[in-house]
């Protein structure tokens, strides 16, 4: 049984950063794709945000190319995801989730997922 719990999410001010944490649990994660995704409003599709593949090449949407780094820690078997120079607009469940396949953009390509942490950026 795979597990993914983020944490990390919580209210930060434009311009400031957060550190999102995807811990994983039955699975080695170095062994499969990492990606996170956000959804804000509620209600519409999960959008892409950053994936990591086998060989720690990283993708990210162009809207936080620059601001966002994501990484693995392998040793700790965690995903993490540094967002900075946050904006309004970056307010979302932040998810983590995990792929057999590839990094790709779309959710459905995606095996497993956590529950999501709120990251909410004030103006």
């Known amino acids: 049984q795979v597990q993914l719990v983020e944490s990390g999410g919580g209210l930060a001010q434009a311009g400031g950063s957060l550190r999102l944490s995807c811990a994983a649990s039955?699975?080695?994660?170095?062994?499969?794709?990492m990606a996170w995704f956000r959804r804000a409003p509620a209600g519409k599709e999960r959008g892409f945000v950053a994936?990591?593949?086998?060989?720690?090449?990283?993708h990210y949407a162009d809207s936080v190319k620059g601001r966002f780094t994501i990484s693995r820690d392998n040793a700790k078997n965690t995903v993490y995801l540094q967002m900075n120079s946050l904006k309004p607009e970056d307010s979302a469940v932040y998810y983590c989730?995990?792929?057999?396949?590839?990094?790709?953009?779309?959710?459905?390509?995606?095996?497993?997922w956590g529950q999501g942490t709120q990251v909410t950026v004030s103006s």
């Open positions: 989730a995990l792929s057999t396949r590839s990094v790709h953009t779309l959710p459905q390509m995606y095996d497993y």
């Open positions: 039955g699975r080695t994660i170095s062994s499969y794709i």
């Open positions: 994936g990591l593949d086998l060989i720690s090449n990283t």
